[in-house]
């Protein structure tokens, strides 16, 4: 957990720009979307924790998938160099055995086949403030092929299930870039490489998707947290920060909990009794603080989802559902 921790702690996302997201939808009898995604997935017991969260709860999840999770540091020595670094360099590691790939890639399919919405978190969570498209473009390609052989590199070609492949190929369409750190190169790669939206941005608070020739584009918000409400990123990292300066403190894991849960339901109720603006939560594959952040998003999503007119859904699902509102609020605005 520590490697994990100190990944995100390489930066604090100093440089964000805080995105203004697009008119809202007059659409007020819409659902209430709360969309929660997951960076990194990587931890095999956490992915059992989540996909029984997701049961229990009726919520799907976007998991972005940081690729070098599906290769060994030896693998990765020889099938992948990231732009401006030398060959089989991660910042966040690799797969430690080959029988900890295999259960990987059988919880990435057991997701994809519950309707949860599996999206790329690039391969080895370096910061792309400086990269190019043709660099974007190399990093896409290396986690595509990633997650295409990612069976064989379990040493399991022959337990591929079918359509493991097409899958890989075609059914990755979301995007969300390590520390959130953008490039001018990264919305054409993204688009050459057909993703169907991008969730990179931080915006003021819930809001709207923006668009970027013509690629959606969604933002974490900024919450109030805390008892001074003052904003912080709603991802469970930003609490991390907030709470204990990034240093890991299991003593007030239960008080870190209760702060976070508050804030959750806070922008919520904000949202749910207001213009319905989809709420977006942000977490890592890192139980931090105890896992202070990860048993209050269970409780959240548990006391969320089974409301009148919510819909716990990931970023596949939200986005046709926010385009259709859209549509509709623009039929009657004529």
Not at 22 to 31: G, S, V
Not at 39 to 67: I, K, P, V
């Amino acid at each position: 957990m520590t490697r994990q921790i100190l990944a995100l702690s390489l930066c604090l996302f100093p440089a964000l720009a805080i995105a203004e997201p697009l008119p809202a939808p007059e659409a007020t009898a819409n659902k209430q979307l709360v969309i929660v995604s997951f960076d990194g997935a990587h931890d095999n017991a956490l992915w059992e924790r989540s996909l029984t969260m997701a049961r229990r709860t009726g919520a799907h999840f976007t998991y972005f998938l940081s690729c070098t999770f599906l290769m060994t540091k030896a693998d990765g020595k020889q099938i992948y160099k990231a732009p401006g670094q030398k060959a089989g360099r991660s910042n966040v590691g690799f797969a430690q055995s080959r029988e900890e790939i295999a259960a990987r890639a059988g919880h990435i399919w057991q997701a994809h086949i519950d309707g949860h919405d599996i999206g790329s978190h690039a391969c080895g969570h370096f910061d792309g403030k400086g990269w190019s498209d043709a660099d974007w473009q190399r990093e896409f390609t290396a986690f595509r092929e990633a997650l295409i052989n990612a069976w064989k590199k379990a040493d399991k070609a022959g337990a591929e299930p079918q359509g493991w492949a097409e899958f890989a190929r075609n059914d990755i369409r979301g995007f969300r870039a390590p520390y959130l750190s953008l490039s001018d190169g990264l919305v054409p790669a993204l688009k050459a490489f057909r993703f169907t939206y991008d969730a990179s941005l931080v915006t003021k608070g819930p809001g709207w998707p923006s668009s970027q020739d013509g690629l959606p584009r969604f933002g974490l918000p900024l919450i109030p947290e805390g008892p001074s409400h003052r904003p912080v990123i709603g991802m469970d990292y930003n609490l991390f920060v907030r709470h204990s300066m990034g240093v890991e403190n299991k003593k007030n894991s239960a008080a870190f909990e209760e702060r976070t849960l508050a804030a959750y339901r806070e922008a919520f109720r904000k949202e749910y009794d207001g213009g319905r603006v989809p709420l977006q939560l942000g977490f890592h594959f890192v139980e931090m603080n105890g896992g202070a952040y990860w048993r209050a998003l269970d409780r959240f999503l548990t006391e969320t989802c089974g409301k009148p007119d919510v819909a716990c859904v990931s970023y596949a699902e939200a986005l046709p559902l926010i385009e259709s509102a859209k549509k509709k609020a623009d039929r009657s605005a004529f």
